[in-house]
């Protein structure tokens, strides 16, 4: 965590001293004035439109300081209006009016809403048994992810960047024990993408519920389990007030990256130092965004253990193993249907398997000597 507090001061102070650069590049006048030339001329106000709901904690937070970084950065060059979701347009409504850019310019979603659009774009956010934080920011932007994701958003006039990830998400909240691959039968759950279809696989009964009618459906019955994010965002929702366990991991979402999506043309018609200015404060506020969910979500946790109301549960090997197994023939399913998916997954396939091999001998050597130490 310090590390990525360090990496994030950093590149501000990065930020900040090209700033100065230019600033005493440009010259300043006698009455202190900068005398820039024609690069500041001209003004760009842009809109931003989220697929969070108003006030999300930590996400609408990091977009909002996003938008002030970029309109302190460019010296008031660029200004951001940001709309939550609803506010402007429907939260998944963000990628169609990003693309069309005719009333805004830039969202902040997650990939995997686009699945219906964009089959591989599931692969930027969240798969089952895919990577974890780490291992997508080296995918992204130590390997081919970002040149994939820049390639299957170009056919819709769409320049993604990475801008966060909520770290590993947990299994969700259940009012059923799932103690073995027959407590799946039939297990009615709000788990939405390939999660769902890797639960149907394995026997159980996915639901589709808008994020409003969770709580409800959990509290009443109509559905015995549901995932969300993790203990910052469950418990602010009360989930933790609706159902008895929580179960985890979430292997359905081991990480999930969140992006900032850009209007082609728009962004092509910014001067060059507006799009570095864009892509460092992305950049800045994505580590800030993971750097806070950590944190936060830890903070969580520790309180809802303290309270005692609820059960931590950690899914069975077999349970989990039968959900690999299921995960896999939901990915075969999707790759027989696109062929993109099918590159981008043999990508990320690939670089996972060499990533976790580094990772058994790094943070995975190190977490179980930590373990065995306390134990
Ligand atoms: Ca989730």
Redesign the pocket.
Same mark, same amino acid.
Do not use: D
């Given at each position: 965590m310090l590390q990525q507090l360090l990496i994030r001061s950093h590149a501000r102070a990065a930020i900040w001293l090209c700033i100065i650069a230019c600033v005493a590049a440009c010259g300043t006048d006698p009455a202190g004035e900068v005398s820039s030339g024609a690069v500041a001329e001209q003004k760009f106000n842009w809109k931003l439109v989220t697929a969070w709901p108003p006030n999300l904690p930590i996400n609408h937070d990091v977009v909002m300081q996003f938008a002030s970084d970029v309109a302190t950065m460019s010296r008031g060059q660029m200004t951001i209006q940001v709309y939550a979701g609803g506010e402007l347009i429907p939260a998944l409504e963000v990628f169609e009016a990003v693309s069309n850019g005719t009333i805004v310019q830039m969202g902040h979603s997650a990939a995997y809403y686009w699945a219906g659009k964009v089959p591989a774009a599931q692969y930027m956010s969240?798969v089952p048994f895919g990577l974890t934080a780490r291992g997508m920011a080296a995918w992204l932007l130590g390997g081919d992810g970002l040149k994939l994701w820049r390639e299957i958003y170009a056919p819709f006039d769409l320049v993604p960047f990475p801008m966060g990830n909520?770290g590993t998400?947990?299994g969700?909240w259940f009012n059923k024990r799932v103690d073995s691959v027959a407590d799946l039968d039939g297990l009615k759950m709000r788990?939405?993408g390939l +999660?769902g279809k890797a639960l149907a696989k394995a026997g159980g009964n996915p639901i589709l519920l808008s994020g409003g009618e969770v709580y409800i459906a959990l509290e009443r019955g109509n559905i015995d389990a549901t995932?969300?994010?993790g203990p910052l965002h469950d418990v602010r929702f009360g989930l933790d007030r609706a159902a008895k366990y929580y179960y985890y991991p +979430?292997w359905?979402?081991p990480s999930?990256q969140l992006e900032l999506i850009v209007n082609k043309p728009a962004w092509e018609g910014l001067p060059e130092h507006l799009q570095l200015i864009i892509e460092s404060a992305a950049a800045a506020g994505g580590v800030d965004l993971h750097s806070r969910m950590e944190a936060e979500n830890a903070k969580a946790y520790a309180k809802l253990r303290e309270s005692g109301h609820i059960e931590m549960v950690e899914f069975p090997q077999e349970v989990l193993e039968a959900l690999y197994s299921s995960s896999r023939e939901a990915l075969d399913a999707e790759a027989q249907k696109d062929v993109k998916f099918q590159e981008v997954r043999e990508n990320y396939e690939a670089f996972q398997k060499t990533f976790e091999a580094w990772d058994d001998i790094t943070e995975d050597a190190y977490r179980q000597f930590y373990n065995r130490a306390l134990d």
């Open positions: 969240a909520t998400q947990m969700g788990i939405p +999660g995932e969300w994010v +979430g359905h979402e999930t």
